[in-house]
């Protein structure tokens, strides 16, 4: 079935980096259009970052420009979001999906930054 892994959360202080890495197996990684998420105790998830199959102009939200980069390996049948200059407001647990037609969601990996 369809399996989604995401790792590489972890604590980290203010301005410092993180790459997360988020495997999806099951299907065939390269036609999945594929996400970042996030979501923090009390909200709804949100949308990160977007990259397409055809690894076109990304999407970032706003909050994350300038910051976070998204990027695939086909080969390696993973997608991966550095983030890098990291702030308080970025903690909370990330999850990675198809962003056309979401899988059930894994059990994603917690982003802690301190201040």
């Known amino acids: 079935q369809v399996q989604l892994v995401e790792s590489g959360g972890g604590l980290v202080q203010a301005g410092e980096s993180l790459q997360l890495s988020c495997v999806l197996s099951?299907?065939?990684?390269?036609?999945?259009?594929m996400g970042w998420y996030r979501q923090v105790p009390g909200k709804q998830r949100e949308l990160v970052a977007t990259?397409?199959?055809?690894?076109?102009?990304?999407y970032y939200a706003d909050f994350v420009k300038g910051r976070f980069t998204i990027s695939r390996d086909n080969a390696k049948n993973t997608v991966y979001l550095h983030m890098n200059n990291l702030k308080p407001e970025d903690t909370g647990v990330y999850y990675c999906?198809?962003?056309?037609?979401?899988?059930?969601w894994g059990q994603g990996t917690q982003v802690t930054v301190s201040s």
């Open positions: 999906n198809n962003f056309h037609r979401p899988y059930t």
């Open positions: 990259v397409s199959i055809g690894r076109n102009v990304p």
């Open positions: 099951g299907t065939t990684f390269s036609l999945n259009p």
